[in-house]
C-alpha cells in the first residue's frame, strides 16, 4: 500500500467511524463497532498486513494453541513482592508491592555479583508504568535488583491489581496526569513514608513523575536522590504522527477521541469484538510495542496480555489528557539530582526526540537512545535499561561504586527466557 493510498483509506475508515458513531446513538452499535475495527485495521495497515500473511500460513487453531502455550509457561509477571494498598484523594484504592533488600545472612552472592560486597544505602526505587500495561511491565528491572535495593512497584488507577478510578466510575471525570502525580504520592506516603527515593517512570509513568514533581516540589528537593525517564514526554504529543502519513493522522486526531469515548459507553459489545480480533490487534500491538524482528514470542504475548486486560472504558477515559499533558517547566525539580533519561530509536508511541527535548532542558543528564527498539524497550532491550538504571543508583548512593548488572535474562528469541 503506497503512503498516499494509505492516506486516504485512513480518512475513508475515519469518516466512516465518524457516522458510525453518530449513528450508534439510535442502537446501532454493532455496525459502530465494525467500522471502529476497520478503521483501527487500517491505521495500523503493516501490522494487518502482516497478520493477513501469517494467516496464509498459520491456521487459527494452531495460533490459538500457541497463545495458550505461551501464558502457561512463560515466566514473565511472575514476580511478587509484599502487597499493600494506598487510597487516593477520591477514594480509589491503588495497589502496590515491596521488594525488600535481603537480610544479613540471606542468599548474599547475588548482592555480592551485581554490587560488590559493601550493602546498599537505605534507598527505595518506586517504579510506574505506563498505558493500558501494569507493574509486571519492569519484569526484568524487578528481577535485576530484586533482594539488592528496596523497589515499589505500583499500578496505576484502573490498571493491574488498582481499583477502578472511583472519581471516573462514579463522576464520569476525566483522568489527568496531575491525578495520576497525586495517586504516586498516595502511594509514597503509603509505602515510602520515609527515606530517599529514585522515582522511574515509563511512557505515561514518566509523566506521572513529572506531575508528582509539578504539585509536590518540596518531596522531590527533599527526598527525591535520583530520576529515571523512559521513553516518554514532557509535552506536545499531539503531534505524534505514530508513524502513518500526515492526511491521516490528522483525520484520526480529529476523530479518535469520540469513537474511543462512544465504544468506552458500550464497553461489553466492544470487549467482545477485541476478543473476536485477537489476531489483528496483535499484529498492531507488535507493530507499536517493538521494533527489533527477534523478540521473544513469550515477551510480545506478555505485552498483549497486559495491553489486552486494559478495559476498553478505561482506554478512553485516559487518552484526552495525553494531548493536555504538559510538564515541560516541571522538569526544573530534577535539574540537582543525577537524571537518566532512556528511549527506543523506533519508539513510535513517544518519539526519541521527546527524550532528546527533555535532555536538552536537563543539561547533566545521561541521555541514552538504544537501536532497534520501539516504545516496549524495558522488554525489548532490557539489558540496557537495566545497566544504566544500575550506573544512576550508584550515582545516587543507592549502591557501592563500580557495580555492574549481568544474568537476569534476554528477550531475544534465541534466547531462553529468565
Not at 332 to 352: E, M, N, R
Request: charged content about 20%; aromatic content about 6%; overall charge negative.
Amino acid at each position: 500500500m503506497s503512503e498516499s493510498s494509505g492516506a486516504e483509506a485512513v480518512v475513508d475508515a475515519a469518516a466512516a467511524v465518524a457516522a458510525a458513531t453518530q449513528a450508534a446513538g439510535a442502537g446501532s452499535w454493532r455496525r459502530a463497532t465494525g467500522f471502529a475495527g476497520a478503521a483501527i485495521g487500517v491505521v495500523a495497515a503493516g501490522a494487518a498486513a502482516g497478520v493477513a500473511i501469517e494467516r496464509l500460513t498459520v491456521g487459527r487453531g494452531m495460533r490459538r494453541r500457541a497463545r495458550l502455550a505461551l501464558d502457561s509457561t512463560g515466566p514473565y509477571g511472575a514476580l511478587r513482592g509484599t502487597p499493600g494498598k494506598a487510597y487516593a484523594d477520591d477514594g480509589t484504592e491503588l495497589y502496590y508491592e515491596v521488594d525488600e533488600v535481603e537480610p544479613e545472612g540471606g542468599p548474599a552472592p547475588r548482592r555480592r555479583r551485581l554490587f560488590g560486597r559493601k550493602a546498599p544505602a537505605p534507598v527505595t526505587v518506586v517504579f510506574s508504568h505506563g498505558y493500558c500495561l501494569n507493574q509486571d511491565s519492569w519484569h526484568f528491572q524487578r528481577a535485576a535488583l530484586r533482594g539488592v535495593v528496596r523497589t515499589v512497584h505500583w499500578d496505576q488507577r484502573s490498571h493491574g491489581r488498582s481499583g477502578r478510578g472511583v472519581a471516573q466510575a462514579e463522576d464520569g471525570a476525566p483522568v489527568t496526569i496531575e491525578q495520576l502525580g497525586a495517586d504516586l504520592k498516595a502511594v509514597i506516603d503509603a509505602a515510602v513514608p520515609e527515606g530517599p527515593i529514585v522515582l522511574v517512570g515509563h511512557s505515561m509513568g514518566g509523566m506521572t513523575v513529572m506531575a508528582l514533581a509539578d504539585a509536590y516540589p518540596d518531596l522531590v528537593r527533599e527526598r527525591v536522590v535520583a530520576v529515571a525517564l523512559v521513553g516518554t514526554s514532557s509535552g506536545r504529543l499531539g503531534e505524534v504522527n505514530f508513524g502513518l502519513p500526515v492526511a491521516g493522522v490528522n483525520v484520526v486526531r480529529r476523530v479518535l477521541p469520540g469513537v474511543l469515548k462512544a465504544l468506552g459507553q458500550q464497553a461489553a459489545l466492544v470487549e467482545k469484538g477485541r476478543r473476536a480480533t485477537a489476531d489483528l490487534f496483535a499484529g498492531i500491538i507488535k507493530r507499536y510495542s517493538f521494533a527489533s524482528r527477534d523478540v521473544d514470542p513469550a515477551i510480545v504475548r506478555f505485552a498483549e496480555r497486559m495491553i489486552e486486560g486494559t478495559p476498553i472504558d478505561v482506554v478512553a477515559e485516559y487518552y484526552p489528557a495525553f494531548n493536555d499533558h504538559d510538564k515541560t517547566e516541571a522538569l526544573a525539580q530534577f535539574a540537582g539530582v543525577p537524571v537518566l533519561v532512556l528511549a527506543g530509536v523506533q519508539d513510535l508511541v513517544t518519539p526519541s526526540e521527546h527524550s532528546e527535548a527533555i535532555a536538552d532542558l536537563l543539561p547533566d543528564a545521561e541521555l541514552v537512545l538504544v537501536p532497534d527498539a520501539g516504545h516496549l524497550v524495558i522488554l525489548e532491550h532490557p539489558e540496557v535499561v537495566t545497566d544504566r538504571l544500575a550506573d544512576l543508583l550508584t550515582r545516587a548512593g543507592a549502591v557501592p561504586t563500580g557495580a555492574t548488572v549481568s544474568g537476569y535474562g534476554s528477550t531475544s528469541s534465541a534466547a531462553r527466557p529468565g
